[in-house]
């Protein structure tokens, strides 16, 4: 497809013209920055403009995947805008990958273009393939925003083409990368918008990361399209977290957000006084950070469920009953079972078993996995989300468990089997299981059991064990933990049962107050 850069001609592209569309006449403040600046929404346009055009001239095509491993700045941001308005597909990479990482996902999604820091570019060269290599600090500097040309159309794309591929992973196999489409990403942030009562009156504090698809599809995507502005800070910093709290209307983070605040006294009734709403999700919040939160502050916070898959699938309400340690019925158009795994029936409430949801929230499938793909739904459209889950007599989910045994630390999976082949591969052990416990921080903390090589002369300690994981995995994969066992326990199938782990240590990081 050819696009003339110069053509300025409405383009039937909903989610960019909902996104990218309504920024060039915003002359007021869009991002307010930590160092006092701020930037306007024209101002963000422009930049977004640039770096299409940029990426463009390097052979960037509709469809074609754009790879990004960058620092959060607004850079970043108006470097996922610009791939909508170009019609590419946009793939965010954690900055906490390393380069071994990066391989995988280079090699599988096959990017025309991958955009990383200076400092990493020497290192991703090698691996990076055919993709053309931009630089981006971590203030946004580099050859895309260094000015030039204007992309000032918008490609067409339908509903159905795909905007973003998220990489996911179950406890076994490689990683996949989920495909959600242009039609997904605004159907659940207008439902967002109008659920959590979001306009243009908003100051969103957004301390979240722009690579995970609550701080960019979730917080970033509802505030542009409610012409809402946001305080965006480069990362959680309690001083900034506080000092910005009582210019916000709205605030999105995870349980260690609020867990943070709550552990320092000048949080109260008055910093947090010019909130309407506090959102958690993306991990488990307890029950006893919720209370304390309402206790300190007098607001409720409002818990919700999504996932890579799907984004958001259920929410507390905003009008109604927040019900500590559920995630609230399903939002509106999104249709929510609890079944039995093996044969896919309902089952009746108060009783947990497998959840399944299907709406237009739902991903196109998984990146060239189409048999892994039909595998994960049901023949009536009703995907397979992994979790357990129980519903009450109001509609209200609560997730109780996740059947892959994924961890869910600080807001970021972290799959098992990958650190347990990185715990295998280091020399004196024999076999490991990783899994998570209950962290009052994170929601849950990296464990991880070993049995040792008898047959090795090494004997490694928890200590140079967790320092080796750290040099192979990013920070929040690495063990919090290590524990050292003659043996694992199994059941009758040899299958190591986690599930007893996760008991032993249930009371781990609540015994130690640990918060590392």
Same mark, same amino acid.
């Given at each position: 497809?050819?696009?003339?850069?110069?053509?300025?001609?409405?383009?039937?592209?909903?989610?960019?013209?909902?996104?990218?569309?309504?920024?060039?006449?915003?002359?007021?403040?869009?991002?307010?920055?930590?160092?006092?600046?701020?930037?306007?929404?024209?101002?963000?346009?422009?930049?977004?403009?640039?770096?299409?055009?940029?990426?463009?001239?390097?052979?960037?095509?509709? &469809?074609?995947?754009?790879?990004?491993?960058?620092?959060?700045?607004?850079?970043?941001?108006?470097?996922?805008?610009?791939?909508?308005?170009? &019609?590419?597909?946009?793939?965010?990479?954690?900055?906490?990958?390393?380069?071994?990482?990066?391989?995988?996902?280079?090699?599988?999604?096959?990017?025309?273009?991958?955009?990383?820091?200076? +400092?990493?570019?020497?290192?991703?060269?090698?691996?990076?393939?055919?993709?053309?290599?931009?630089?981006?600090?971590?203030?946004?500097?580099?050859?895309?925003?260094?000015?030039?040309?204007?992309?000032?159309?918008?490609?067409?794309?339908?509903?159905?083409?795909?905007?973003?591929?998220?990489?996911?992973?179950?406890?076994?196999?490689?990683?996949?990368?989920?495909?959600?489409?242009?039609?997904?990403?605004?159907?659940?942030?207008?439902?967002?918008?109008?659920?959590?009562?979001?306009?243009?009156?908003?100051?969103?504090?957004?301390?979240? #990361?722009?690579?995970?698809?609550?701080?960019?599809?979730?917080?970033?995507?509802?505030?542009?399209?409610?012409?809402?502005? !946001?305080?965006?800070?480069?990362?959680?910093?309690?001083?900034?977290?506080?000092?910005?709290?009582?210019?916000?209307?709205?605030?999105?983070?995870?349980?260690?957000?609020?867990?943070?605040?709550?552990?320092?006294?000048?949080?109260?009734?008055?910093?947090?006084?010019?909130?309407?709403?506090?959102?958690?999700?993306?991990? #488990?919040?307890?029950?006893?950070?919720?209370?304390?939160?309402?206790?300190?502050?007098?607001?409720?916070?409002?818990?919700?469920?999504?996932?890579?898959?799907?984004?958001?699938?259920?929410?507390?309400?905003?009008?109604?009953?927040?019900?500590?340690?559920?995630?609230?019925?399903?939002? #509106?158009?999104?249709?929510?079972?609890?079944?039995?795994?093996?044969?896919?029936?309902?089952?009746?409430?108060?009783?947990?078993?497998?959840?399944?949801?299907?709406?237009?929230?739902?991903?196109?499938?998984?990146?060239? !996995?189409?048999?892994?793909?039909?595998?994960?739904?049901?023949?009536?459209?009703?995907?397979?989300?992994?979790?357990?889950?129980?519903?009450?007599?109001?509609?209200?989910?609560?997730?109780?468990?996740?059947?892959?045994?994924?961890?869910?630390?600080?807001?970021?999976?972290?799959?098992?089997?990958?650190?347990?082949?990185?715990?295998?591969?280091?020399?004196?052990?024999?076999?490991?299981?990783?899994?998570?416990?209950?962290?009052?921080?994170?929601?849950?903390?990296?464990?991880?059991?070993?049995? +040792?090589?008898?047959?090795?002369?090494?004997?490694?300690?928890?200590?140079?064990?967790?320092?080796?994981?750290?040099?192979?995995?990013?920070?929040?994969?690495?063990?919090?933990?290590?524990?050292?066992?003659?043996?694992?326990?199994?059941?009758?199938?040899?299958?190591?049962?986690?599930?007893?782990?996760?008991?032993?240590?249930?009371?781990?990081?609540?015994?130690?107050?640990?918060?590392?």
């Amino acid at each position: 497809m050819t696009i003339d850069p110069t053509s300025a001609a409405p383009a039937s592209n909903p989610l960019a013209n909902a996104l990218c569309a309504p920024l060039a006449s915003r002359g007021g403040p869009l991002l307010h920055l930590e160092d006092g600046s701020s930037r306007t929404g024209a101002e963000v346009d422009g930049e977004t403009r640039r770096i299409a055009a940029a990426l463009r001239a390097a052979g960037v095509e509709p &469809g074609d995947r754009v790879a990004a491993q960058v620092e959060k700045s607004p850079a970043a941001l108006s470097l996922y805008l610009a791939c909508l308005r170009l &019609g590419a597909i946009y793939l965010p990479l954690n900055p906490a990958y390393t380069d071994v990482e990066i391989a995988y996902f280079v090699e599988d999604a096959e990017p025309a273009a991958l955009v990383c820091d200076p +400092r990493r570019a020497a290192g991703l060269s090698a691996v990076a393939g055919g993709a053309t290599i931009f630089e981006m600090d971590a203030d946004g500097r580099g050859p895309l925003t260094a000015g030039g040309a204007a992309f000032d159309a918008i490609t067409p794309r339908s509903p159905d083409d795909v905007a973003t591929i998220l990489y996911t992973s179950g406890t076994t196999g490689r990683a996949k990368g989920a495909m959600l489409s242009h039609g997904n990403l605004l159907a659940n942030a207008e439902t967002l918008r109008a659920c959590w009562r979001f306009t243009a009156e908003d100051v969103l504090l957004h301390a979240l #990361p722009l690579f995970h698809a609550h701080g960019l599809y979730v917080a970033a995507n509802v505030s542009l399209l409610a012409g809402a502005q !946001m305080i965006f800070l480069p990362k959680f910093e309690l001083e900034s977290l506080l000092a910005a709290l009582p210019r916000a209307t709205a605030l999105m983070g995870v349980p260690t957000f609020y867990t943070r605040l709550l552990a320092d006294p000048r949080l109260s009734r008055e910093t947090a006084g010019h909130l309407r709403v506090a959102i958690s999700g993306s991990a #488990p919040l307890f029950a006893s950070t919720w209370e304390a939160f309402k206790a300190r502050t007098g607001l409720e916070i409002l818990e919700r469920y999504g996932m890579t898959e799907t984004s958001m699938n259920a929410s507390n309400p905003y009008e109604g009953a927040r019900k500590p340690g559920t995630v609230g019925p399903p939002l #509106p158009g999104v249709e929510a079972r609890v079944v039995d795994a093996d044969s896919g029936a309902p089952l009746p409430v108060g009783e947990a078993g497998a959840l399944e949801v299907r709406g237009p929230n739902v991903f196109k499938g998984y990146w060239r !996995m189409p048999a892994k793909t039909a595998s994960e739904f049901r023949e009536d459209g009703f995907f397979i989300t992994g979790d357990l889950a129980q519903v009450d007599a109001d509609g209200y989910l609560t997730i109780v468990g996740r059947a892959k045994d994924l961890v869910i630390s600080g807001g970021y999976n972290v799959y098992p089997k990958e650190v347990e082949d990185a715990l295998d591969a280091l020399e004196g052990v024999a076999e490991s299981a990783v899994y998570g416990a209950p962290h009052p921080d994170f929601g849950e903390g990296v464990v991880a059991e070993i049995v +040792r090589d008898v047959g090795s002369a090494a004997a490694p300690s928890e200590t140079e064990i967790i320092a080796a994981i750290r040099e192979r995995l990013a920070a929040y994969k690495t063990p919090k933990r290590v524990f050292f066992t003659d043996a694992l326990p199994r059941n009758a199938m040899g299958k190591v049962q986690k599930k007893l782990l996760r008991e032993r240590r249930a009371d781990l990081f609540v015994e130690t107050g640990d918060r590392a």
